[in-house]
T-cell receptor, first 119, second 114 residues
Framework: GAVVSQHPSRVICKSGTSVKIECRSL??????MFWYRQFPKQSLMLMAT?????????EQGVEKDKFLINHASLTLSTLTVTSAHPEDSSFYIC???????????????FGPGTRLTVL | AQKVTQAQTEISVVEKEDVTLDCVYE???????LFWYKQPPSGELVFLIR??????QNEISGRYSWNFQKSTSSFNFTITASQVVDSAVYFC???????????FGGGTRVLVKP
């Protein structure tokens, strides 16, 4: 199956610092990547959708200047949490969707997640 | 807009009991996909099944089975003879066929006690 990795798996940072999370599709080209946020004991909420080479589309209520998304290549998307605050502490999960062909067009493959703790 | 409701927030069973997780979805689309995912304590989402809206055939995979009832917009999931390793949060989700947004239900936490 298709594999998606995330790095780091866990990060602790001080309030006010910026944190970058990487999402990589290891064995397929991801034309679209998605970023989700999951607070404790809650469901996954889509934050934004990014297509390679274009600006990300953010869901309502998600600050695009705070959560910077870059999808510079077909195998890498990054999420940068700028000036992180304790309320940004959450589990961030990415998923990737491949182009048509070997993989089902609408199949999303999830990364293992990144647990962010802001002190 | 789509919506997924998992009415059971938490279910506790004793090992070897069967457990059924309910999922009711809402969508205006005629073609869509339904999913079930397992999220163990480690946090990683584990894909369990995908079903398209035109395939109402029920499916069994080992101890797992799924009952898709399009007439009632339900896609229920049963674990037979539960094991401690089945303890996790289970999410039901829906996406329209040509869509981007995967909409998740609130999840059901299953606790299997030895």
């Amino acid at each position: 199956g298709a594999v998606v990795s995330q790095h780091p798996s866990r990060v602790i940072c001080k309030s006010g610092t910026s944190v970058k999370i990487e999402c990589r599709s290891l064995d397929f080209q991801a034309t679209t990547m998605f970023w989700y946020r999951q607070f404790p004991k809650q469901s996954l909420m889509l934050m934004a959708t990014s297509n390679e080479g274009s600006k990300a589309t953010y869901e309502q209520g998600v600050e695009k200047d705070k959560f910077l998304i870059n999808h510079a290549s077909l195998t890498l998307s990054t999420l940068t949490v700028t000036s992180a605050h304790p309320e940004d502490s959450s589990f961030y999960i990415c998923s990737a969707r491949g182009a048509s062909g070997r993989l089902s067009y609408n199949e999303q493959f999830f990364g293992p997640g990144t647990r962010l703790t802001v002190l | 807009a789509q919506k997924v409701t998992q009415a059971q927030t938490e279910i506790s069973v004793v090992e070897k009991e069967d457990v059924t997780l309910d999922c009711v979805y809402e969508t205006r689309d005629t073609t869509y996909y339904l999913f079930w995912y397992k999220q163990p304590p480690s946090g990683e989402l584990v894909f369990l099944i995908r079903r398209n809206s035109f395939d109402e055939q029920n499916e069994i995979s080992g101890r797992y089975s799924w009952n898709f009832q399009k007439s009632t917009s339900s896609f229920n999931f049963t674990i037979t003879a539960s094991q401690v390793v089945d303890s996790a949060v289970y999410f039901c989700a829906v996406i329209k066929a040509a869509g981007n947004k995967l909409t998740f239900g609130g999840g059901t936490r299953v606790l299997v006690k030895p």
